[in-house]
């Protein structure tokens, strides 16, 4: 769905620094999940947030990652002294509500850590 | 957690023959199951979703079925075409507490001219 925005779509960064990337999404949607796709392989779930709340993060590792969805704002995951196995293309998709409901896609931010 | 198996993780069929992909799922409380079509570089798209309370869905040339009994759901698209070359994922989910998708690890379909 176009109306899922991520920006930046690609964000390089070099060992030991910070990576910060952005999710805008579908306007009245309330519902925010984080993906993380590597080469070759499907995405792999890490977090779901609604605004102001983490409703789940077991997908995300516990150190170095964090998510915040303020109620101003887009959705912002954030990952600390990034490392080389962080490369990869992060996902981002909302929902207008939580339940067994369709999930669309923003085009992603492709990170390469050098 | 769910766990969802696919195959086969690759599929190269001529123009105008069938595909079938095929999943299997391990919780029993997934209720949602969607496919997405993936372009290289590109954001994965929706082409079709079944919820458990429904057997088969059809949309033009793309259906699904899911066996609930069996933990199993199939994506059969027909007459192929060479712009349905692209790589698809099915994925599982349920409501209420982690809504999170579990995909699995993806099919890559080539459409032989």
């Known amino acids: 769905n176009a109306g899922v925005m991520q920006n930046p779509r690609h964000l390089v960064r070099r060992r030991g620094q910070e990576a910060r990337l952005r999710c805008s999404p579908v306007k009245g949607h309330s519902h925010v999940y984080w993906y993380r796709q590597l080469p070759e392989e499907g995405l792999k779930f890490m977090v779901y947030?609604?605004?102001?709340?983490?409703?789940?993060e077991s997908g995300m590792p516990k150190e170095r990652f964090s998510a915040e969805f303020p109620k101003e704002g887009p959705s912002i995951l954030r990952i600390q002294q990034v490392v080389r196995g962080d490369s990869a293309a992060y996902f981002c998709?909302?929902?207008?509500?939580?339940?067994?409901?369709?999930?669309?896609f923003g085009p992603g931010t492709r990170l390469t850590v050098l | 957690g769910e766990n969802v198996e696919q195959h086969p993780s690759t599929l190269s069929v001529q123009e105008g023959d069938s595909a079938v992909i095929k999943c299997t799922y391990s919780d029993s409380a997934s209720n949602y199951f969607p496919w997405y079509k993936q372009e290289l570089g590109k954001r994965p798209q929706l082409i079709i979703d079944?919820?458990?309370?429904?057997g088969e869905k059809k949309d033009q040339r793309i259906a699904v079925t899911l066996n609930k009994t069996a933990k199993h759901f199939s994506l059969h698209i027909t007459e192929t075409q060479p712009e349905d070359s692209a790589v698809y994922f099915c994925a599982a989910g349920r409501g209420g507490g982690a809504d999170g998708l579990t995909f699995g690890k993806g099919t890559h379909l080539i459409i032989q001219p």
């Open positions: 079944i919820r458990s309370n429904v």
């Open positions: 947030l609604q605004k102001e709340n983490i409703i789940d």
């Open positions: 998709a909302s929902s207008p509500r939580s339940g067994a409901d369709t999930q669309y």
